[in-house]
């Protein structure tokens, strides 16, 4: 078992930036595959980006591309999300997400998932 808790959200004026952190605990997060999706108000849940097991292959969401950068710190357990450039369309709960086996961006494959937390850009 994996258990997840990000945090670092917050609200932020349009332009800025923040730093999502997802420490986990339980296992090594260095066989996973993480990735952060998010949820907007009143939507579905979508990908924003995926870092394979060693942070050497990431992708991204065309939405965010350029102003979003996944890492990760295979040795402190935990995962980040840099978002720049932020948006008022950015504005969801952002949810960190560990599955084995290859990158994916369906939220369905994904065994294990934190609580989320949520941030808002104003205009």
């Known amino acids: 078992q994996v258990q997840l808790v990000e945090s670092g959200g917050g609200l932020v004026q349009a332009g800025g930036s923040l730093t999502l952190s997802c420490a986990a605990s339980?296992?090594?997060?260095?066989?996973?595959?993480m990735t952060w999706f998010r949820q907007p108000p009143g939507k579905e849940r979508e990908f924003v980006a995926a870092s394979n097991w060693s942070g050497g292959r990431t992708s991204y969401a065309d939405s965010v591309k350029g102003r979003f950068t996944i890492s990760r710190d295979n040795a402190k357990n935990t995962v980040y999300l840099q978002m720049n450039s932020l948006k008022p369309e950015d504005t969801a709960v952002y949810y960190c997400?560990?599955?084995?086996?290859?990158?994916?961006?369906?939220?369905?494959?994904?065994?294990?998932w934190g609580q989320g937390t949520q941030v808002t850009v104003s205009s």
């Open positions: 997400a560990a599955r084995a086996g290859a990158v994916s961006v369906s939220s369905t494959t994904y065994s294990y």
């Open positions: 339980g296992r090594t997060i260095s066989y996973y595959v």
